[in-house]
């Protein structure tokens, strides 16, 4: 691997860094090749899944996440470590992921990048609940969420994960991206705030209704067959 510019270690670089992120982004600094390999099969599989939010197909996926290595070599010289280096590989990989998404015409809509508090979006349909001149129960549900037994059971099932994926794929970008990085990525809703530059309430926001849309298709999927 061709040696990674160099910079002097600075004690700013460890505030949000843990002693083993420390100890590879100095090594990478030193163009150590085991470090990179070490991220990459930590993290490629999950770039390229990442990528898939924005672009049409598996090919533009992983020249995505070739893209998104290369920055991580040119850039780890001027890595201040004010996040972590995962969150910070990431951050680069969705920077390059929308551009490549707007030039395979996968372009994000205008109104996705709207507060989500401000949009009026119904996560349930409102007719699955009492009226609010109810006499007893306001509010409350009329017909209640389907019950579907052990969960894992359900999610086992080959088919139904095909669905749920697909569920996921139909959902608007900025919901797809953060249910992505909480439910199948496992992050913490921290790190997704970093790493896609929102705020703690749009991330909730934007997870709530990602999951209740496709708990919702997932519902109707399992009723009809």
């Not at 670089?13 to 150590?32: F, K, N, T, Y």
């Not at 090919?59 to 890595?79: D, K, N, S, Y």
């Not at 395979?104 to 009492?130: A, G, N, W, Y």
């Not at 953060?178 to 992050?187: A, C, P, S």
């Amino acid at each position: 691997m061709p040696g990674l510019p160099k910079k002097p270690e600075d004690s700013s670089d460890q505030a949000s860094l843990s002693s083993e992120e420390l100890a590879l982004v100095m090594a990478l600094r030193r163009g150590d090749e085991a470090a990179f390999v070490t991220l990459v099969n930590r993290y490629h599989a999950s770039l390229v899944r990442v990528a898939l939010t924005y672009v049409p197909d598996r090919t533009a996926a992983e020249e995505v996440a070739q893209e998104t290595w290369l920055g991580v070599i040119q850039g780890v010289g001027r890595f201040e470590g004010r996040s972590s280096l995962k969150t910070w590989i990431f951050r680069i990989l969705v920077n390059s992921a929308k551009t490549r998404g707007v030039r395979e015409s996968r372009t994000i809509p205008f109104s996705t990048l709207e507060d989500p508090e401000s949009v009026d979006e119904l996560s349930v349909d409102p007719s699955r609940f009492l009226p609010a001149n109810h006499n007893k129960w306001p509010h409350h549900w009329a017909i209640a969420p389907d019950s579907w037994g052990e969960l894992d059971d359900v999610l086992a099932s080959r088919m139904t994960r095909e669905y749920v994926e697909r569920a996921i794929a139909a959902l608007p970008p900025a919901q797809r991206e953060v249910i992505t990085l909480r439910d199948i990525e496992g992050w913490t809703s921290e790190e997704v705030c970093e790493a896609l530059v929102i705020s703690e309430s749009n991330q909730r926001v934007l997870l709530h209704r990602a999951r209740s849309k496709v708990r919702q298709a997932l519902a109707d999927y399992l009723h009809t067959n």
